[in-house]
């Protein structure tokens, strides 16, 4: 059974910083893709920013040179440092990875994280 956990949500002032962290644990051989996504009140959810096995990286439009994603593989953990927050960055923030996990042949699965809170409010 493969999990995610997110962590580092919470409330913060417009222009501050958070770091969300997800961690891959259970019973894994490899990840490839990992990314963050989003959904606000009333919204769809939306995709954040992405990272691959090599350390590509893709962010959406409005959070670009805003928001870092980075992975350390050793930890099955990726990261999203998100500075210069705005109230529109509200919403829960949800991790996804594609594993490939330990005896289900050898194909790769996605899997999601339960979702942290982010409130950017004055």
């Known amino acids: 059974q493969v999990q995610l956990v997110e962590s580092g949500g919470g409330l913060v002032q417009p222009g501050g910083s958070l770091r969300l962290s997800c961690a891959a644990s259970?019973?894994?051989?490899?990840?490839?893709?990992m990314g963050w996504y989003r959904q606000a009140p009333g919204k769809q959810r939306e995709l954040v920013a992405t990272?691959?096995?090599?350390?590509?990286?893709t962010y959406a439009d409005t959070v670009k040179g805003r928001f870092t994603i980075s992975r350390d593989n050793a930890k099955n953990t990726v990261y999203l440092q998100m500075n210069s927050l705005k109230p529109e960055d509200t919403a829960v923030y949800y991790c996804?990875?594609?594993?490939?996990?330990?005896?289900?042949?050898?194909?790769?699965?996605?899997?999601w994280g339960q979702g942290t809170q982010v409130t950017v409010s004055s």
């Open positions: 259970g019973s894994i051989i490899r990840i490839n893709g």
């Open positions: 996804n990875a594609a594993v490939v996990p330990r005896g289900m042949g050898l194909k790769s699965y996605d899997y």
């Open positions: 990272i691959n096995s090599g350390g590509r990286t």
